[in-house]
């Protein structure tokens, strides 16, 4: 979504939406723009613009959309609401026109059209899946808080309401019925930061790096989610391990503060739920001096090298709210599965073109999808019984190899062609790609399913199915 309905359901609201070329060809193309975007810092777009009308608007009933621009003649999309069963039946309707079709062969047109049918089916069958599993998340979220059933939260201040990890987070907020208030750094034009983050409503300014956030803002907040950092991708330099290190904990210090000062003014029972990393645990074996763990669990020490001794302090700097009465939940992030960035974006091209392959061998790699990240964050966030640490990775961790051969299977590519060292390196350098790249991690996710919730995707081969609509 680049534009939110201007006007809700209402006829004649109109929004924008990013449509991506189709196939893995389209998926590849914008996986390399993303990359490129954030190393080369130049915007570049693969996608094309759709604007659409909301139009035959009934209240309960249904309502359609008509395409105003874009890459069709014609477009009217119907959408009929039902009672069924106890339940609600939705039944949609769409009505299209390829254009140049009519001045082409009949067997061109007949196979563009075709081709057509084949990739809506696949983009409905995904938006299917999608509406199913979330609608299946929320019901699981209200049974779980039913006993005794809590006030539910009103309001979710979001740091890092723009990003990778944070539109999914503010897309599931807003479908429990929770007023989201991204948090907008002071130099940020609020403006493009709502539009980036899929919001138009109130905002949070703050500016970590000068200290400053009004703890007013958490007046009539019941949960605060703080995704932001600076990001991660970039060579080792003594510079980027400063900005890296400091925009996690002296952001999580401001956001603690001013949290435990709202909850000293007004015990309200918040929540914070603050991002980490499985980087905790240190990158290898040989990072993990105080322990000869192979599984890593919530209970074991941090490691000893740079990422993980940023984690302990990211952790350690939640403190504050903690110790103020404020809930908190500490998610330790794995590999996040989506083609708009991460590994998966990273490998995605090479294995289109054929010429993918494993990034190390035996190394255990703890991913986790990225619906099901930003429903742990949620589910972290508004079930009160959840704080502490948690694993944010799927159930069963892959080893390298088998992470290049599945996503090969996924692809209908081969994976012959291992990564060479020096490729991370160039982009890492030798601490980054060590630390990173070639880490060696297997998580657990016993504790985060002793909290209640359950993984949409557990194995490796159904999240990429579902990421890449395969």
């Known amino acids: 979504m680049v534009q939110e309905p201007s006007n809700g359901l209402e006829e004649g609201s109109q929004s924008t939406l990013g449509i991506n070329l189709p196939g893995v060809w389209g998926t590849s193309l914008t996986a390399v723009a993303g990359l490129l975007t954030s190393q080369l810092g130049i915007p570049l777009r693969t996608w094309m613009h759709w604007k659409a009308r909301h139009t035959d608007f009934t209240a309960?009933?249904?309502?359609?959309?008509?395409?105003?621009?874009g890459p069709l003649s014609a477009w009217h999309h119907e959408r009929e609401f039902s009672d069924e069963n106890g339940g609600t039946l939705l039944t949609e309707k769409v009505h299209y026109e390829l254009p140049l079709l009519r001045r082409v062969p009949s067997a061109v047109s007949g196979a563009a059209a075709s081709r057509f049918e084949a990739?809506?089916?696949?983009?409905?069958?995904?938006?299917?899946?999608?509406?199913?599993?979330?609608?299946?998340?929320?019901?699981?979220?209200?049974?779980?808080?039913?006993?005794?059933?809590?006030?539910?939260?009103?309001?979710?201040?979001?740091?890092?309401?723009?990003?990778?990890?944070?539109?999914?987070?503010?897309?599931l907020l807003g479908g429990a019925g929770i007023e989201v208030r991204p948090m907008v750094r002071a130099s940020s034009s609020s403006s493009s930061t709502n539009t980036a983050a899929g919001h138009s409503g109130r905002v949070i300014p703050w500016d970590p790096q000068a200290q400053k956030l009004d703890p007013a803002e958490f007046e009539d907040v019941d949960v605060v989610i703080h995704l932001a950092g600076h990001p991660l991708a970039g060579r080792f330099t003594a510079s980027h391990k400063r900005r890296v290190r400091a925009s996690r904990v002296d952001g999580t210090e401001l956001i603690a503060r001013a949290l435990a000062?709202?909850?000293?003014?007004?015990?309200?029972?918040?929540?914070?739920?603050?991002?980490?990393?499985?980087?905790?645990?240190?990158?290898?074996?040989?990072?993990?001096?105080?322990?000869?763990?192979?599984?890593?669990?919530?209970?074991?020490?941090?490691?000893?090298?740079?990422?993980?001794?940023?984690?302990?302090?990211?952790?350690?700097?939640?403190?504050?709210?903690?110790?103020?009465?404020?809930?908190?939940?500490m998610v330790r992030t794995g590999i996040v599965q989506t083609p708009a960035g991460g590994v998966l974006q990273q490998m995605l091209p090479l294995f289109a073109l054929g010429v993918g392959g494993p990034l190390g061998s035996e190394q255990w790699q703890?991913?986790?999808?990225?619906?099901?990240?930003?429903?742990?964050?949620?589910?972290?966030?508004?079930?009160?019984?959840?704080?502490?640490?948690?694993?944010?990775?799927?159930?069963?961790?892959?080893?390298?190899?088998?992470?290049?051969?599945?996503?090969?299977?996924?692809?209908?590519?081969?994976?012959?062609?291992?990564?060479?060292?020096?490729?991370?390196?160039?982009?890492?350098?030798?601490?980054?790609?060590?630390?990173?790249?070639?880490?060696?991690?297997?998580?657990?996710?016993?504790?985060?399913?002793?909290?209640?919730?359950?993984?949409?995707?557990?194995?490796?081969?159904e999240a990429l199915r579902h990421v890449l609509g395969r």
């Open 60 to 69: 309960g009933s249904g309502f359609s959309d008509d395409i105003v621009s």
């Open 119 to 171: 990739e809506l089916r696949r983009i409905f069958e995904y938006r299917e899946r999608q509406t199913a599993e979330e609608l299946a998340f929320h019901q699981s979220l209200g049974a779980l808080a039913s006993s005794p059933e809590p006030p539910k939260p009103r309001a979710a201040a979001v740091s890092g309401a723009s990003g990778l990890i944070g539109r999914q987070v503010c897309a």
């Open 261 to 329: 000062r709202a909850e000293a003014s007004d015990h309200r029972g918040r929540a914070l739920v603050s991002g980490s990393a499985v980087g905790f645990y240190g990158a290898t074996p040989h990072d993990r001096a105080h322990h000869q763990q192979e599984i890593l669990t919530e209970d074991l020490p941090a490691g000893t090298d740079f990422l993980a001794d940023v984690c302990r302090q990211w952790e350690k700097a939640t403190a504050l709210a903690r110790d103020a009465g404020v809930r908190v939940s």
């Open 366 to 461: 703890s991913w986790i999808s990225i619906d099901d990240i930003a429903s742990l964050i949620v589910h972290a966030a508004l079930v009160p019984t959840v704080e502490g640490p948690l694993n944010g990775t799927a159930p069963n961790p892959v080893q390298a190899k088998g992470y290049a051969r599945q996503l090969a299977e996924v692809l209908h590519r081969p994976a012959a062609v291992p990564v060479p060292s020096f490729g991370p390196k160039l982009l890492l350098g030798r601490q980054g790609a060590r630390e990173v790249a070639m880490a060696d991690q297997r998580a657990s996710a016993e504790r985060v399913r002793g909290t209640g919730f359950c993984f949409r995707h557990a194995d490796l081969d």
